[in-house]
C-alpha cells in the first residue's frame, strides 16, 4: 500500500464526492496494482462528477488493462464528448489518440 493511501482515504472520509479525492484515490489503487479497487473509484467518480475531464483517459487505459475493450472505447468516446464540452482540447486530443490506437491499432 502507498504512503499516501491512508492519508487521501481518511480526507476522503470528510469530502466523500471531492472529484479530485475520487481521482487521486483510484490513481493510488490503480499504482499498487490494485484494479479493482481502482475501477471502483473511477467509476465512483465518473457518477459524481462526469464532467471530471481527468477521468476518461485513466478509466479506459484500465479498462484495456483488464481486456475490455468495448467499455475502453465508450470511455474514450465519452472522454472526447466531455472534452470538447469543456474546451479542453488537449485532453480531447489525447483521448482521440488512445480511441484511434484501439480502432485501428496499425496506424
Known amino acids: 500500500m502507498s504512503k499516501r493511501l491512508p492519508h487521501l482515504l481518511q480526507l476522503l472520509e470528510s469530502s466523500p464526492e471531492d472529484s479530485f479525492l475520487l481521482f487521486a484515490v483510484a490513481k493510488e489503487y490503480e499504482i499498487t496494482g490494485d484494479w479493482a479497487k481502482s475501477m471502483e473509484f473511477y467509476l465512483r467518480l465518473r457518477d459524481a462528477d462526469p464532467r471530471y ?37 488537449h485532453a480531447m486530443g489525447e483521448l482521440q489518440g488512445a480511441l484511434l490506437n484501439l480502432e485501428d491499432p496499425e496506424e
Open 53 to 89: 475531464v481527468g477521468l476518461y483517459y485513466h478509466l479506459g487505459k484500465l479498462f484495456e488493462r483488464q481486456l475490455d475493450i468495448e467499455n475502453a472505447i465508450l470511455t474514450y468516446k465519452q472522454g472526447i464528448e466531455t472534452a470538447r464540452k469543456a474546451n479542453d482540447f
